[in-house]
């Protein structure tokens, strides 16, 4: 997982205005260094707009993504890190780590998915995760899981 994500893929702030923004900024990361094209993250919001709030996949815990597609160059995984989760729903699906994803085929994306599904499945490891102060923090506790 640390090969994948990267220190400067992390971002933490005190909170956002709406999930929308969560996502823009999680993949700016990843969209500055050229992972996929702006399109694609209009395609993370839409889908979740079209399906539901999908991408949380457990309490404090979103993985935004959308389907491989032409607007993907690398395969790449970033991390908003909120002190104030933010909510998808109606107060049922929130999320203070909104992870982004960016697969190029649905291989890569499987892999990478079960890989955060196997680390973020312990309590103890999102608990950390989310009292984290510094992306040196969170690096290692990737590090430690990896």
């Known amino acids: 997982m640390t090969q994948i994500i990267k220190e400067e893929h992390i971002q933490l702030k005190d909170k956002v205005a709406n999930w929308e923004e969560s996502i823009q900024i999680a993949a ?9 094209n702006k399109d694609y993250v209009d395609s ?49 699906h929130f999320a203070s780590l909104v992870f982004v994803l960016s697969a190029i085929d649905n291989e890569a994306h499987l892999e990478i998915l079960k890989k955060l599904a196997t680390i973020l499945s312990d309590k103890e ?21 990896d």
Do not use: C, W
């Open 28 to 36: 700016a990361p990843l969209l500055q260094k050229d992972y996929f």
């Open 44 to 92: 993370m919001i839409k889908s979740v707009h079209d399906m539901g709030p999908y991408i949380v996949i457990a309490p404090e815990i979103a993985i935004a993504h959308a389907r491989p597609n032409e607007n993907v160059n690398k395969v790449g995984l970033s991390l908003l890190k909120l002190d104030e989760h933010i909510n998808f729903s109606d107060n049922s």
């Open 125 to 145: 490891t999102v608990q950390s995760l989310v009292l984290a102060k510094n992306k040196s923090e969170i690096i290692n506790i990737f590090k430690e899981n």
